[in-house]
């Protein structure tokens, strides 16, 4: 624990409440808390979307995953780049042509309101528990090694300053926190890439044949080794890791802070620039520390292990290149950035609870807009504690298939049913829920049966089912459920409900 | 059942075809990386020049980076382009849309 990183810290806290206090006081009605007004700039929700894409995982998490599998970790962030692209080809301006708040107001558009908001709003919230339990436990690991605070302290620490930004300033906070560290994120990233590319005198393939002299695997890290033990578990990873993006809540809700569908379309070419670049320089982070990394006692212990474990490699790749100063300012951002994604996911679930199963499905729209600011208030409030009490019971487990299975949940369920009811006119109600809710439950059993949960949380020596993730099943059910259920609902209709419609 | 009747301009099937075409091309693409990956792994370790570091892992892997924010930018380009046409023919309906 070095000043820089105490200094570094306490600016971010205090640099974040000072924005909270200023969006507090623009944040009048429900427009500006759910969606920021929708006066955020195509730039400026480019970075937003750029902040939620690379969360603390993608950083550390890829880092760490590449300094120990070469190529292998590497596969994550090709994947990762696909997602936010599918985004704008299929959804972004028509979700922000269509909705208003969440993407539930676009699903419940031309179906049933009632059952769609409910099922959109289950699904958001089933989403966004994983995705939230899983920063926070993460969080709280992490921080206990860099700033040298309990885990429960910690993850206190990160629930309740999150639980400000989004109670007092809404989306503006939201978006605006995202959007600081972001640009934190950015420039960070690219004096750390600047500093190993230096070491090797600007020459990529120079850090790629020492990487390969010095890890154990050799040139075996140059290239994908793991798919071809399990090819379809290889295809199933690459299906949940382009379309996950496209069904997460936290990431949808961006496109209505922008002013139209144009904005929201060129919101994603930013988006994808800074996402894109991020990701392509994750490879000279990774090797670069295999290489700069190996034989410094300060990073590897004697039992040759990363001391405080994989997700530090950056972290030690930062002290070692750039002293205490860059070890200070990249602890920082890594705090930044996951109290930016876990402040996102809140509002996302808060909106879930306060606009479609409050405002819309229990008072169907009867509503005065300062009643539900409140309701989605309390919301924020009650959600944000239940996520500190679960993060905290998770301390020390695994929670690594959390994130798979959020990313697994979401393009099994709300991206199936967003994707169709915006496309295909043949969609019915019963269909909808039927293929949404097929995804979803196949998704979570398949992931509690499949090696991540039986085997590593469980402790069962084999795995009933071997596919890891589950996409490649649960992703085509969805659709599958979806089409057949919707034809057996319109034969239904035209057979035995015509007389009634006609009456 | 009923169905509601949107207010605003309702996307084209033009623009959703593009949408849709962008979507296909990358998803070829980025699962024939992967299949190569998971079936035929002794071509990717293969330098893309002899005795090189960079093999074509990485080389189409970086292809793959790239194509994503390729088509990004020419799906938003094509897609302004059109709806500025749009504009000018129907200035209602985008006076509707903004509205909204």
Known sequence: ?????????????????????????????????????????????????????????????????????????????????????????????????????????????????????IFGAVASLVVIAFYLIAQLAGAGALIELLFGISFKAAVALVGVLMICYVMFGGMMATTWVQIVKACLMLVGGAVIAGLVLQRFGFDISAILKTAAQTHPKGAGVLAPAAASHAPFSALSLALALMFGTAGLPHILMRFF???????????????????????????????????ILAGDPSAIGADGKVLGGVNMVAIHLSRILGGNVMLGLVSAVAFATILAVVAGLTLAGASAVSHDLYARVVLKGHVDDQRELKISRIATVVLGLLAIALGIAFEGQNVAYMISLAFAIACSSTFPVLLLSIYWRGLTTRGAIAGGSAGLLAALVLTVLGPSMWVKV????APMVSLDPPTLISMPLAFLTCWLVSRADRQGLGAGRMPAAAA | MSRHTTSGPRSGDEGAALGL????????????????????????????????????????GLGVIGLGFVLTVAYALAANRREKAAEGGAAVIAAEGVAR
């Not at chain 1, 144009?262 to 520390?289: E, L």
């Not at chain 1, 469980?458 to 020596?461: L, V």
């Open chain 1, 1 to 117: 624990m070095n000043t820089v990183a105490i200094t570094c810290f306490i600016a971010i806290v205090l640099l974040s409440l000072a924005i909270t206090w200023w969006a507090a006081r623009h944040t009048k009605g429900t427009s500006d808390f759910y969606a920021a007004g929708g006066n955020i700039t195509s730039l400026q929700n480019g970075l937003a979307l750029a902040g939620d894409a690379l969360s603390a995982g993608a950083f550390l998490g890829l880092t760490g995953l590449i300094f120990t599998s070469g190529f292998d970790g590497y596969i994550y962030a090709i994947g990762y780049s696909t997602g936010m692209p599918i985004v704008v080809f299929l959804l972004a301006e028509r979700l922000r042509r269509l909705g208003k708040f969440t993407f539930s107001d676009v699903v419940s558009l031309n179906l049933e309101e009632t059952p769609m908001r």
């Open chain 1, 257 to 291: 802070t922008v002013p139209d569908a144009r904005a929201a379309r060129n919101s994603v070419v930013w988006g994808t620039a800074f996402i894109s670049t991020f990701y392509a320089a994750t490879a000279i982070f990774g090797f670069g520390a295999i290489v």
């Open chain 1, 458 to 461: 469980f402790g069962f020596a």
């Open chain 2, 21 to 60: 075409l962008s979507t296909a091309v990358l998803a070829v693409v980025y699962l024939a990386f992967t299949s190569l990956g998971a079936f035929a792994p002794e071509l990717l370790a293969a330098p893309v020049r002899p005795g090189g570091a960079i093999t074509w892992a990485f080389a189409l």
